[in-house]
């Protein structure tokens, strides 16, 4: 049932150029892969497209992670604590069996949710131009 999903958007205008570009192509890519991984009903699809996703988040959490390397010391670290939570979810994402699209709905739903959570309360504020 395509759609369901609320997939999330980059809307934070007060936010450096650079990283505004790097969420809004991730945000582009998960949008492409969503039905893929939600609805696919080819095992191969889905562990492409998940492994793509986790391939992107990878480079995506890298940047910032070089971009805020001298972010205060409690930032810093709950930065990474969030992109290794977020990684794990993708990771029991490939886990789940190809034909258990409730359970991938389920848990990729749990990750946009965290993933949107993750950019309100960290990346907005560790990026915005107004620091």
């Known amino acids: 049932m395509r759609g369901e999903i609320d997939m999330p958007k980059w809307d934070f205008e007060d936010c450096d150029p650079l990283m505004e570009a790097e969420h809004n192509r991730l945000y582009r890519m998960m949008n492409r892969l ?14 492409r497209a998940i492994h793509m996703l986790q391939e992107r988040l990878a480079d995506h959490f890298h940047v910032e992670e070089e971009l805020f390397v ?7 670290q709950t930065m990474i604590r969030d992109h290794r939570d ?28 965290a993933l949107v959570r993750h950019d309100n309360d960290v990346d907005a504020p560790l990026f915005s131009r107004k620091h």
């Open 34 to 47: 969503e039905p893929v991984i939600v609805e696919g009903d080819s095992a191969s699809k889905v562990a």
């Open 70 to 76: 001298t972010a205060d010391w409690a930032s810093r």
């Open 86 to 113: 977020l990684m794990s979810m993708i990771a029991c994402l490939a886990e789940i069996p190809a034909d258990d699209g409730e359970a991938r709905r389920s848990l990729f739903t749990a990750f946009l949710q």
